[in-house]
């Protein structure tokens, strides 16, 4: 699949370096790096299975681009191109796998979505006492009850599907 949208945008990205000064994500993480993304698919072309392009927080930060080139709207762009073209990484499976949740519940239901996208090795990596408290505090349930919405949800997600 060819990247079709953002060429002109992404050959206009003259590597100043101001999208990764101003991205939060890569202060932390030295895997991502929206400069150097960037110059890759200058060079290279995607490559969808790059599980980088999932790191972004859409958050936005990195505007203040000189070239006008908006990471943010590539890295968005990439994503929906790995999910149409049924690439299989982290990031697809997660949004697979918040999806199924919220269309079959009509919510988020946290156990439900953490045992579809990491099965039951997740729920072995909770200490029992972080679970309890969590519990006992209403941000995970056992019960997986259903939302009053759930069938105007479940609409919602039949008519985007068939857009
Ligand atoms: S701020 Fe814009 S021009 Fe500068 S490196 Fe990032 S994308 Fe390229
Ligand atoms: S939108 Fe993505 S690339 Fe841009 S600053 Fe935020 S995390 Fe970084």
Same mark, same amino acid.
């Given at each position: 699949?060819?990247?079709?949208?953002?060429?002109?945008?992404?050959?206009?990205?003259?590597?100043?370096?101001?999208?990764?000064?101003?991205?939060?994500?890569?202060?932390?993480?030295?895997?991502?790096?929206?400069?150097? &993304?960037?110059?890759?698919?200058?060079?290279?072309?995607?490559?969808?299975?790059?599980?980088?392009?999932?790191?972004?927080?859409?958050?936005?930060?990195?505007?203040?681009?000189?070239?006008?080139?908006?990471?943010?709207?590539?890295?968005?762009?990439?994503?929906?191109?790995?999910?149409?073209?049924?690439?299989?990484?982290?990031?697809?499976?997660?949004?697979?796998?918040?999806?199924?949740?919220?269309?079959?519940?009509?919510?988020?239901?946290?156990?439900?979505?953490?045992?579809?996208?990491?099965?039951?090795?997740? &729920?072995?990596?909770?200490?029992?006492?972080?679970?309890?408290?969590?519990?006992?505090?209403?941000?995970?349930? &056992?019960?997986?009850?259903?939302?009053?919405?759930?069938?105007?949800?479940?609409?919602?997600?039949?008519?985007?599907?068939?857009?």
């Amino acid at each position: 699949m060819e990247l079709v949208m953002n060429v002109s945008d992404i050959q206009r990205c003259y590597q100043c370096g101001t999208c990764t000064g101003d991205c939060p994500v890569a202060w932390v993480n030295e895997e991502f790096n929206p400069r150097r &993304i960037v110059l890759s698919l200058q060079v290279n072309g995607q490559d969808l299975g790059n599980e980088a392009y999932w790191l972004c927080a859409m958050c936005f930060k990195c505007l203040r681009c000189p070239r006008d080139v908006k990471p943010v709207e590539i890295f968005s762009e990439l994503r929906k191109m790995a999910i149409s073209g049924g690439v299989e990484n982290v990031g697809t499976k997660l949004v697979k796998a918040f999806v199924d949740v919220v269309k079959e519940y009509g919510r988020l239901v946290e156990t439900k979505f953490m045992l579809k996208f990491m099965g039951i090795e997740s &729920i072995k990596m909770l200490p029992p006492s972080i679970a309890f408290k969590m519990w006992r505090n209403g941000k995970v349930s &056992i019960s997986a009850k259903k939302s009053e919405c759930a069938e105007e949800v479940r609409k919602i997600f039949e008519v985007c599907e068939n857009a």
